[in-house]
């Protein structure tokens, strides 16, 4: 069943809509619990997508084994969807900065008050992002340590393959994320892949430890698979390899693999006169889970994340 979260006109006798399918049990019973999955607050991240279309059809192919609802909202920001962008179309507004939004406020803050009143009540809410078209993410999870006691336990559930758990201090209190942990929804973000694309390989991850999730909560009665133990970023440093010139970057290693402190992970070359401007090195023992994704990069630019002192089996 396809629902209306927020309907509102726009110029030109057009309007901004953001639309929730809800899936419901054949057997309605008390104390069935509700999961959101939320993806699309960002125009140019598409690989929470494809977990949308991979949920609703197995569900719909088996609907016996649903025992609660699930809402997909496949397009938070569907402005921003169409025209593939990471913002809000004609605000310039980044619609994972206006939360909770307000019911009095401009079209997009209208928006996002709507988004989080529809959600509030849940038991659950999974809020999945791409990265942008640089930068090749791992499925993870990023918590906050102030939820870390919360949500850690469910996070381990949803077969990602790494939990970064984040310094409160870092915490934007106008996400999704953010304000619907404090509104009392346990609330997950969940990063993976790159931006404009979809990894096909882990939507079908995520796809599957949603379910498990769901199997977990008593939502989902149904055959489910095995989920892979996670790495916890607790009280392990993470290290930022960034580039120290202007060029073309090319790895010289693989993503989500081991490294060590000094290790020739790169060079950044110049095209033109042939010269490798940075031989670019690990800053620390550990595992590489950021890789550079597009190649061109300036100054500054983030190459690689490293999670100090874990290691890959």
Not at 139 to 152: C, F, G, H, K, M
Not at 154 to 173: C, E, G, M, P, R
Not at 242 to 260: C, H, I, K, M, Q
Request: net charge negative; charged share 20%; glycine share 8%.
């Amino acid at each position: 069943m396809i629902l209306d979260v927020a309907n509102v006109a726009l110029p030109v006798d057009e309007r901004l809509m953001i639309r929730k399918q809800r899936l419901e049990p054949l057997e309605k019973k008390p104390g069935q619990k509700r999961i959101c999955i939320v993806t699309g607050i960002h125009g140019d991240e598409l690989e929470g997508q494809a977990v949308c279309y991979r949920l609703l059809n197995e569900i719909r192919g088996n609907m016996e084994y649903l025992n609660g609802t699930v809402d997909l909202y496949p397009a938070m920001n569907p402005l921003g969807i169409d025209s593939i962008t990471r913002g809000i179309p004609l605000f310039d507004l980044d619609m994972n900065r206006i939360f909770p939004g307000d019911d009095a406020g401009t079209v997009a803050e209208y928006a996002a008050n709507q988004a989080v009143k529809d959600i509030s009540g849940a038991d659950m809410c999974i809020d999945i992002h791409a990265s942008n078209i640089f930068l090749r993410e791992i499925p993870q999870v990023r918590i906050s340590e102030a939820t870390a006691p919360i949500l850690v336990p469910y996070a381990k559930k949803i077969n990602v393959d790494f939990i970064w758990v984040h310094a409160s201090a870092t915490v934007l209190q106008s996400t999704l994320a953010h304000t619907m942990n404090s509104r009392g929804v346990p609330t997950l973000v969940v990063e993976m892949g790159v931006g404009m694309r979809v990894t096909r390989e882990y939507c079908d991850q995520l796809t599957a430890g949603i379910f498990n999730l769901m199997s977990d909560m008593g939502i989902w009665t149904g055959p489910v698979t095995q989920v892979r133990e996670p790495i916890i970023s607790e009280d392990r440093e993470v290290g930022f390899v960034n580039a120290e010139a202007s060029g073309l970057f090319l790895p010289s290693v693989d993503f989500w693999t081991n490294v060590v402190k000094g290790q020739h992970i790169g060079d950044i070359v110049n095209p033109l006169t042939g010269d490798v401007e940075q031989r670019v090195e690990a800053c620390t023992d550990g595992i590489l889970f950021t890789l550079r994704e597009y190649p061109m990069v300036y100054q500054g630019a983030l190459l690689a994340r490293i999670l100090g002192g874990a290691e890959l089996a």
